[in-house]
């Protein structure tokens, strides 16, 4: 089965505590990206990569770190110094930027 | 840098009624695209649309593109409650865009009374 998965599906962390996100593909996608979606705030990009070795911040990347060492892989850790980071996370690929996205499941993080 | 706006926020229609999001933007686009998240879900491409004056349909859905390139709606007829969901749009970085990724829309909420 070809797709895009992320996990785990809720995730509960303490304040002050990294948290690392998984995002895994086998669309064999270039582009790949990482969402926030809070309440009545739609999709706000964190960060987001084009190919391998290589990413970019988007709106919101203060507080956020990823990493592309392989194509099908690109994990998003949430530092303690993120400010708020109880928020559903998106992971989603395409074959290049500007393409049909497809989306991963998401994640509920839930920072207590 | 581009901004898309998109209303209304929300929207409540009795089953059967037609319903219609828009979505605008400041300057022109070289394409946009329209997604629905179903509730507890992620967002699924539905169509994407590139050139001025484009309608395409999907069976109750009709998708259209403005003349200039700067607006776009998605209109659905006789709405089902498989409708219930937020639509989202979304657009290419302009020429010489800011992000050189798609700019997601904060979407339309869109409930379905049986």
């Known amino acids: 089965d070809g797709g895009i998965t992320q996990s785990p599906k809720y995730l509960f962390r303490k304040e002050g505590q990294n948290v690392t996100l998984s995002c895994e593909q086998n669309?064999?996608?270039?582009?790949m990206y990482w969402y926030r979606q809070d309440p009545g705030q739609g999709l706000r990009l964190i960060y987001y990569?084009?190919?391998?070795?290589?990413?970019q911040k988007g709106d919101i990347a203060e507080g956020y770190s990823v990493s592309r060492e392989k194509k099908e892989s690109f994990p998003l850790t949430v530092t303690s110094a993120q400010k708020n980071p109880t928020a559903f996370y998106l992971c989603?690929?395409?074959?290049?930027?500007?393409?049909?996205?497809?989306f991963g499941p998401g994640t509920r993080l839930t920072v207590l | 840098g581009q901004q898309v706006m998109q209303i209304p926020q929300y929207q409540h229609v009795q089953e059967g009624e037609d319903f219609t999001t828009y979505c605008n933007s400041s300057?022109?686009?070289?394409?946009i695209q329209w997604y629905k998240q179903r509730p507890g879900g992620h967002p699924v491409f539905l169509i994407q649309?590139?050139?001025?004056?484009e309608v395409k349909k999907q069976k109750r859905l009709t998708f259209q593109f403005g003349e200039a390139k700067k607006n776009s709606s998605l209109h659905i007829t006789a709405t089902q409650t498989t409708d219930v969901g937020t639509y989202f749009c979304?657009?290419?970085?302009?020429?010489?865009?800011?992000?050189?990724?798609?700019?997601f829309g904060k979407g339309t909420k869109l409930s379905v009374k049986p």
């Open positions: 989603a690929s395409s074959i290049g930027l500007y393409n049909e996205q497809f």
């Open positions: 669309l064999n996608h270039d582009a």
């Open positions: 990569s084009q190919i391998v070795n290589d990413f």
């Open positions: 300057t022109t686009l070289s394409n």
């Open positions: 649309l590139v050139k001025s004056g």
């Open positions: 979304a657009v290419g970085g302009d020429y010489g865009g800011s992000q050189g990724n798609l700019i």
